[in-house]
T-cell receptor, first 113, second 111 residues
Framework: DTEVTQTPKHLVMGMTNKKSLKCEQHMGHRAMYWYKQKAKKPPELMFVYSYEKLSINESVPSRFSPECPNSSLLNLHLHALQPEDSALYLC????????????FGPGTRLTVL | GEDVEQSLFLSVREGDSSVINCTYTDSSSTYLYWYKQEPGAGLQLLTYIFSNMDMKQDQRLTVLLNKKDKHLSLRIADTQTGDSAIYFCAEWRNRDDKIIFGKGTRLHILP
């Protein structure tokens, strides 16, 4: 298994909803990332987990709550989002070669109404 | 300003070579990458180059690195319609455990 999977592919939610995004990899990678990408922009780093511990939080609002239950899974819990949070949310994991390369999932397209 | 700079748009005829250029600022970056993103998809790692190399070739892709000028380029030979995408240049800052992306170059293929 050489890929990063993300579910759901699309998500529409209201501002009062609670939802979660899920990311999974079975490549034995020990660092996982959440990015937010707006249209025609590069990905913006949100969180980094290294060995299942949160190592970087790029000053993301608390309505986004990451969780790493084990070395293969990464979740992003969403609560009370705003319409400007609508974006493509990308998960990535870092390879073990020492080259720092990150492998990306296909993303979840989130729309907040 | 942006730490990684690249032009936003490139238009190339099918069958010609495409050259996408990038400049970066952190001379301590050890690895530099090119990612490809097709519409509605995630980022695909195309190739990478280590900072002590000046060239890397992989089938139709050639990466050139000028470390003195902090200039990176990606050449795609025999450009095809399937190469139409956004190409992101990126550098790995291992001290921060972060990949810094450029704004992306949209490659448009003319028939």
């Amino acid at each position: 298994d050489t890929e990063v999977t993300q579910t759901p592919k699309h998500l529409v939610m209201g501002m009062t909803n609670k939802k979660s995004l899920k990311c999974e990899q079975h490549m034995g990678h020990r660092a996982m990332y959440w990015y937010k990408q707006k249209a025609k922009k590069p990905p913006e780093l949100m969180f980094v987990y290294s060995y299942e511990k949160l190592s970087i939080n790029e000053s993301v609002p608390s309505r986004f709550s990451p969780e790493c239950p084990n070395s293969s899974l990464l979740n992003l819990h969403l609560h009370a989002l705003q319409p400007e949070d609508s974006a493509l949310y990308l998960c990535a994991s870092r390879g073990t070669s020492g080259m720092g390369e990150q492998f990306f999932g296909p993303g979840t397209r989130l729309t907040v109404l | 300003g942006e730490d990684v700079e690249q032009s936003l748009f490139l238009s190339v005829r099918e069958g010609d070579s495409s050259v996408i250029n990038c400049t970066y600022t952190d001379s301590s970056s050890t690895y530099l990458y090119w990612y490809k993103q097709e519409p509605g998809a995630g980022l695909q790692l195309l190739t990478y180059i280590f900072s002590n190399m000046d060239m890397k070739q992989d089938q139709r892709l050639t990466v050139l690195l000028n470390k003195k000028d902090k200039h990176l380029s990606l050449r795609i030979a025999d450009t095809q319609t399937g190469d139409s995408a956004i190409y992101f240049c990126a550098e790995w800052r291992n001290r921060d455990d972060k990949i810094i992306f450029g704004k992306g170059t949209r490659l448009h293929i003319l028939p």
